[in-house]
């Protein structure tokens, strides 16, 4: 009878400091967490297609360019973060204006946007942002950017990413974009 109440003291306690070290291990995520930092830095390559892509004589063709972003975000809490993605569209290209309908070649845009990034679980995480695209010598176009990333910590900070986004330039074209890229948060 005594072995029974050793066991079961024994059991007892076993369960009960079972919660104790769970809550110290979660104490310790956190504070690594808080050691990573609350800027992010990511360099994503690419490609874009041009929605209302044109050859040099003016008619419809499938236009894909080669690309690369630089991210910065800064992250307010764990799940929301404002920051600057550029994308730089590295090839000439022609398009078709909305309003007048002539044909305008864009000369390796580069398009930043001011974004709000909300990363609702572990992996994915979802942004919204306005800004414009800008050309040497050529038109200034509005961009509205929606961007979609999953994303996998690798340790200490980095991160690989895949990434789609869509920019909407006002009165002028699309750009729908699918990148792989590696992050780095400090």
């Known amino acids: ?10 059991v007892l306690i076993s369960f009960f400091s079972t919660p104790v070290f769970a809550q110290e291990e979660a104490e310790e995520e956190e504070q690594e967490e808080m050691e990573e930092g609350k800027h992010s830095l990511a360099f994503v390559l690419g490609h874009a297609r041009i929605g209302q892509g044109r050859n040099a004589e003016g008619e419809k063709q499938f236009t894909s360019v080669p690309s690369f972003a630089l991210d910065y ?12 993605h550029t994308d730089f569209l590295n090839e000439n290209f022609f398009i078709e204006s909305e309003s007048e309908g ?16 909300l990363k609702p679980g572990e992996h994915w995480s979802f942004g919204l942002g306005f800004g414009g695209e800008f050309v040497k010598g050529g038109e200034t176009y509005f961009v509205t950017r929606f961007a979609i990333e999953y994303g996998v910590e690798i340790r200490n900070g980095w991160e690989v990413l895949g990434s ?3 920019d909407f330039r006002a009165n002028a074209y699309n750009v729908t974009g699918l990148g792989i890229g590696i992050e780095k948060r400090f």
């Not at 009878?1 to 024994?10: A, G, I, P, Q, V």
């Open 102 to 117: 002539t044909l305008i070649e864009r000369e390796r845009p580069i398009a930043p946007a001011i974004m709000g990034t």
């Open 1 to 10: 009878m005594r072995n029974f109440y050793f066991f079961s003291l024994f």
């Open 164 to 166: 789609l986004t869509q």
């Open 73 to 84: 975000n800064y992250w307010i809490s764990e799940k929301f973060a404002l920051g600057l």
